[in-house]
DNA sequence: ACCAATCTTGACTACAAAATCAGGAAAGCT
DNA sequence: AGCTTTCCTGATTTTGTAGTCAAGATTGGT
């Protein structure tokens, strides 16, 4: 059996509630790598091993499980989240730069997430709105917020803030959704615990800090 | 009849070449898209006006199909680059930085290439083989090594140089690509010619500046 | 140990989509 | 025009996958 963070689930609840978690941490990997139309029921219950029926018992349809596993990918980020509070009276950039540090560490530990994100934010369609609606509004609307108010306080150059969420996103989720591409292409492989750690730093040092307002410098020659 | 680049094709060769430039056309739309399992040969057939046996005349089989869209793409972006020729002996910064203004530039009109890249080197696979053996592979390598020269030459940021290249590639292609998204969480709409400018600025001046040195730009010009 | 509820499965159905094929239309040549 | 090649289509077969179902196994309570 595969092991990962939703495994410990698996210590939990009755026998069932068990599998239906084993099904669910299978099903997020699936379609978080092929897509929801490339991922077969087939597949994920051999991942999960057990018979393509046992998904049926557990989920009414596809479309449901891929609900539900969404469900447990969003409420297991959340509890690591909450470990985590922002000081309400820093200043927005600050707030900001701590939301990307949390954002980078939280996409290692569920690359499935940005994934998902990149899959169905390029297709549209109601799987996306539904991910508007359950798990990502709220959350990317705040961040705009806070861009916006760091702008207003002259610590970011002014760029629409949606669109500076949405990169910063884009560029720290992107060398973790195409670690396929990086082995294809450049032959590298999966990252340990210190190459994720610097690419943090490089998000930060480099994307991050290319938003930001070097008031001092710029007014030098 | 659905008008995009592809439709120039129209107005030569024989019969039969026109109609499998509109196939290609509005397989590399569909595909690009919906991803290749979500996409039916239906729906291609339905988009470019013909039967589907009529996509099995003209091309082996789905992936056939897939492939020669994506030669035609290849074709067309390298016929456009081919017009800009990066000078030999300017700083690799300098080459480096045309690069990029000319990626952001070529993904806003082929929104496609940025789609199916992030789509197949996400998930890995055959596909994904062939698009880094074909068309993405020896652009990808010269571009890491331009950055790596850049670097060696005190302009950019010490960071390993195919992180740089993925990371700069998917910033810049992020909002492109989400577009979905951006509608679905912010109800922005597409952008116009305008909009691609600023989105342009926002790229070179935040991202890319962001991976600059700025120790050497003291003694830079 | 026994029972009832919960869980799991193999076998099956329904369906959508890819691929095939024989027949016929259109284009191009002489 | 007559002939040949190229092109296109409707009808059909094949395949892969989602979803159902009745029967049997497992689990947990008493």
Redesign the pocket.
């Known amino acids: 059996m595969k092991v990962n963070f939703l495994t410990a689930a698996l210590q939990i609840?009755?026998?069932?509630?068990?599998?239906?978690a084993r099904i669910r941490a299978a099903a997020l990997e699936q379609f978080s790598r092929q897509g929801f139309?490339r991922?077969?029921?087939?597949?994920?219950?051999r991942e999960a091993?057990?018979?393509?029926?046992?998904?049926?018992?557990?989920f009414?349809?596809?479309?449901q499980?891929w609900r539900s596993a969404m469900l447990d990918l969003a409420a297991h980020i959340a509890e690591e989240e909450r470990a985590i509070t922002a000081a309400r009276d820093a200043r927005a950039i600050d707030q900001l730069r701590m939301a990307m540090r949390l954002f980078v560490e939280i996409s290692w530990r569920h690359p499935a997430l940005g994934r998902i994100v990149a899959l169905e934010g390029m297709a549209g369609g109601e799987r996306l709105a539904w991910l508007v609606e359950n798990l990502l509004g709220d959350r990317n609307r705040r961040l705009a917020h806070l861009a916006a108010r760091a702008i207003a306080e002259g610590d970011l150059k002014p760029f629409p803030p949606e669109q500076i969420v949405v990169t910063l996103q884009a560029a720290a989720a992107g060398l973790i959704n195409l670690q396929p591409l990086m082995r294809a292409n450049f032959g590298v492989l999966a990252y340990s615990a210190a190459g994720r750690a610097a690419h943090l730093d490089m998000i930060l040092a480099a994307v991050f800090d290319g938003f930001v307002n070097r008031k001092t410098e710029e007014t030098r020659p």
């Open positions: 609840g009755t026998k069932g509630e068990r599998v239906a139309e991922t077969t029921m087939g597949e994920i219950a091993g057990v018979s393509q029926a046992a998904l049926h018992y557990h009414q349809d596809k479309a499980l």
